[in-house]
């Protein structure tokens, strides 16, 4: 078996693409591989928000829980994603589910470690803010198109 370096996995991935190589190489020391089974959660709603998901394969379901109609599904991630900011935002406590729809394959960063890096390198922090914006910003679009859907509000 070939073992291949996490930092051109993350250098590739869309999210992180243009990244200074210093900075892949900070990231580098926060990641490890995963995968998850279908059915399997990768993140839970108010649970401590320890990492963050660089998806490689695989789609993953963003959801959340509506009272009386169990999960509400937000969005559907697949690869070139990327699941969790809640560990970059205090208190740190995830705000949706994320649930592997099928066999997924990932690169976890560990948020404790790059919250460390962040206040060591704030240029590495204000550029995962930048980018970290645009996937709340996603979220919260897509939160508001499921909440219009749901509510028969159409525009």
């Known amino acids: 078996m070939i073992m291949r370096s996490l930092e051109p996995l993350l250098a ?6 243009g990244l200074e190589p210093g900075h892949l190489a900070l990231l580098v020391g926060c ?5 998850f089974q279908p059915g399997e959660y ?8 320890r990492s963050f998901f660089v998806i490689r394969q695989g789609r993953v379901a963003v959801e959340t829980s509506a009272p009386g109609r169990g999960a509400l599904p ?3 991630l697949g690869p070139g994603d990327i699941l969790g900011w809640s560990w970059l935002v205090p208190p740190h406590r995830n705000r949706f589910d994320g649930r592997a729809l099928e066999l997924t394959r990932a690169i976890a ?3 404790t470690c790059l919250r460390g ?3 060591e390198d704030h ?3 204000y550029e995962l803010l930048k980018r970290f914006s645009r996937v709340m910003v996603e979220r919260l679009e897509a939160t508001r198109l499921q909440l219009m859907d749901l509510y028969g509000v159409h525009s």
């Open 42 to 49: 990768l993140i839970h709603e108010g649970d401590e928000a």
């Open 123 to 125: 240029h590495l922090g």
């Open 31 to 35: 990641a490890s591989n995963v995968v």
């Open 117 to 119: 890096k962040c206040e």
């Open 74 to 76: 937000i969005q559907t």
């Open 12 to 17: 590739e991935h869309p999210f992180l693409r």
């Open 109 to 111: 960063l560990d948020g």
